[in-house]
């Protein structure tokens, strides 16, 4: 007997060292980043996009990781630049999959997305927020069931400028498209918000050099048009708006999408943005009306950073991603997608995005806003 003692002893010692082992792993576990991934341009052209919807993610995600992050486990975003590529963000997103993220946030671009998708449905990782409002990327046919939009579509967006811009004596409009992925895509759903039977709307084509956008602002100008409503991104839209303005004088009006709105269009045209019409998908950052907006800027505020169309959309993408997060079962690919098919919202009192069951768009709301002298956006 007394021979067993120190056997038992020391086996007692082994088992409750092993336990002690064993719960410093699994502390060690919970303690570490939930990722999400986030390939984006964040040079090139369109970096600009980028950088503000990083800056609104940030932002917003530091004071979710001071209250705890997600079930005591922080989160971090993992970012890759695509520079606006698709062959490069297709690679971004085999990548930040290798490395084990739960879901992609706050991808940019129409043909990005239509390159990333497939890639998608192989990986089973689900994507949250994306820049582009494409129609392409919704039909039945062309939609994704590992992508959830978080905005309206650029569908929702023609038909409300088609619906609110007779309103305001603005009948003659006239269509002009960037010749690229971006424009193409718009093109059709704004045809099916202007054309009338027997009457289809005015469309000119914008080309991408100097002397197409020459050409095309002396066939707007024959068009006479009450408003030009733009379908181009990127640096193209600011330079078209500018030398518009300066053949036909400031009081040329402009309507652009959502998603050309930021500091790409304030910083380049300055004053001359005021009274460019844009459509808002979210509520105003600049307002304090609203909880969405009113916590947005405080936590832009606690970052030191300014205000913006653009890191506001990148705010709420990042919040309903985390929202997913809490409602799924696990931080997993599976896990987030199996919450995103039961439904997900993310109240913000006078505003909401909805997740229905079985849905893949949270939000269709749409007004109208326009640009002051200062760059800010009055509902």
Request: glycine share 10%; net charge positive.
């Amino acid at each position: 007997m007394r021979m067993l003692l120190p056997r038992l002893a020391a086996c007692l010692t082994l088992a409750l060292g092993a336990m002690n082992a064993g719960a410093q792993a699994t502390s060690s576990a919970a303690q570490q980043p939930i990722v999400l991934g986030t390939t984006a341009p964040f040079s090139g052209a369109f970096a600009e996009y980028g950088e503000e919807y990083r800056k609104g993610a940030d932002a917003c995600l530091a004071p979710i990781n001071a209250a705890g992050g997600v079930r005591g486990r922080p989160i971090r975003i993992a970012y890759l630049d695509d520079g606006y590529d698709a062959k490069r963000a297709v690679a971004n997103v085999r990548e930040l999959a290798g490395q084990g993220v739960a879901a992609f946030v706050n991808v940019v671009g129409t043909g990005v997305m239509l390159a990333v998708q497939p890639v998608l449905e192989e990986i089973k990782t689900p994507l949250i927020g994306t820049s582009s409002g494409a129609d392409a990327l919704r039909t039945p046919e062309g939609s994704s069931p590992w992508v959830v939009h978080t905005k309206a579509s650029n569908g929702d967006e023609f038909a409300g400028f088609a619906r609110i811009l007779p309103t305001i004596g603005m009948t003659r409009v006239v269509l002009v498209v960037q010749d690229n992925a971006f424009g193409k895509a718009g093109l059709e759903s704004a045809r099916k918000a202007f054309d009338k039977p027997g009457q289809p709307a005015t469309v000119i084509q914008m080309g991408t050099d100097a002397a197409g956008m020459t050409t095309a602002i002396a066939n707007v100008r024959k068009a006479e048009p009450h408003v030009v409503v733009l379908i181009a991104a990127g640096a193209a839209a600011p330079e078209f708006i500018a030398k518009y303005r300066d053949a036909a004088g400031p009081a040329a009006r402009v309507a652009v999408l959502n998603v050309v709105g930021g500091r790409l269009l304030t910083d380049r045209l300055k004053e001359q943005v005021s009274g460019i019409m844009t459509s808002m998908l979210y509520p105003s950052p600049w307002t304090g009306a609203r909880r969405a907006a009113r916590e947005y800027q405080a936590a832009m505020s606690q970052a030191k950073q300014e205000p913006s169309l653009l890191s506001m959309e990148g705010c709420l993408n990042l919040r309903f991603a985390v929202a997913a997060l809490r409602a799924a079962d696990e931080p997993t690919p599976a896990g987030v997608r199996r919450a995103l098919d039961k439904g997900v919202t993310l109240d913000l009192g006078d505003f909401a995005l909805r997740l229905a069951p079985g849905s893949r768009t949270a939000s269709t709301y749409m007004t109208l806003g326009v640009y002051r002298a200062n760059g800010r956006v009055t509902e």
